[in-house]
């Protein structure tokens, strides 16, 4: 499936690949650095394929397919384009968050609440510009306006810069109630370097829904893409897809 585009104005011309189907659309927020043709969203897109669901995927703009610099991005810019591309469907959406992506579903379901069904973050990491640096990399940032570490994911991802740092904290999400109240379930590895499993139980405690489940994985790291990782990923879309009064 080749990609289509949103202009969303000035140079934002937004990657996108839309599978239609019935039923809610599950809406798949990449992560950091990250698009839309990873391995979680491949699965969700086989998935899709296999049980005639509607499936809408993204870059964010300066990641993927999609126009601008990666460096000019900001965590309130990408949520806004999120937004955007929800609007290309109709109806109730199943939001499937990974990593950052996870964050801004957070802040997504926020926005949109009750048109959101469900929510699945995959090693969600809320607030990860507060806990993800020390204080001689934020120092670093602040002097410097970028920050570049050594990452195993390779591309734009060891690059962080002083905009998209401030831009995070002025989003954090741990330090108060979430106000969502839909169903929401957290994947999340024990061995994740990443993101610490502390993270996916203080989402869950934050978050006003009392429908919560957080998953730990055994073994599991942060890509979360083995075989069978991707397979509970798969259940788990179709569990709660299979609660909503809209499912098909």
């Not at 990657?15 to 950091?32: C, E, H, K, N």
């Not at 899709?48 to 900001?74: C, I, M, N, V, W």
């Not at 499937?96 to 992506?101: A, E, I, L, Q």
């Not at 640096?133 to 970028?146: H, I, M, T, V, W």
Request: glycine fraction near 12%; aromatic fraction near 6%.
């Amino acid at each position: 499936m080749v990609p289509c585009f949103l202009a969303l104005g000035g140079d934002r011309r937004i990657a996108y690949r839309y599978r239609q189907g019935s039923g809610p659309t599950l809406l798949f927020l990449p992560g950091y650095a990250s698009d839309m043709l990873g391995s979680k969203a491949e699965a969700l897109d086989a998935l899709a394929e296999q049980h005639g669901l509607p499936l809408l995927r993204f870059d964010y703009s300066g990641t993927g397919e999609s126009a601008g610099r990666f460096a000019d991005g900001t965590l309130d810019a990408w949520l806004d384009e999120a937004q955007e591309v929800a609007k290309l469907a109709a109806g109730p959406l199943l939001l499937v968050g990974s990593s950052m992506g996870g964050w801004l579903a957070l802040h997504l379901a926020e926005r949109l609440q009750a048109r959101v069904i469900g929510l699945v973050g995959i090693a969600a990491a809320p607030d990860f510009t507060s806990w993800g640096y020390s204080e001689a990399e934020k120092s670093q940032l602040a002097a410097q306006g970028e920050l570049r570490r050594p990452n195993p994911y390779g591309g734009e991802a060891g690059l962080t810069t002083l905009r998209f740092w401030q831009s995070g904290e002025r989003m954090t999400l741990l330090d108060r109630t979430i106000n969502y109240a839909g169903p929401v379930r957290l994947l999340h590895g024990d061995e994740d370097a990443e993101v610490p499993l502390d993270i996916g139980v203080r989402t869950k405690d934050r978050l006003a829904s009392a429908d919560v489940q957080l998953t730990v994985v055994k073994g599991g790291n942060h890509r979360l893409s083995a075989p069978h990782e991707l397979a509970l990923l798969k259940e788990t879309v179709l569990a709660l897809l299979a609660r909503s009064p809209s499912a098909t």
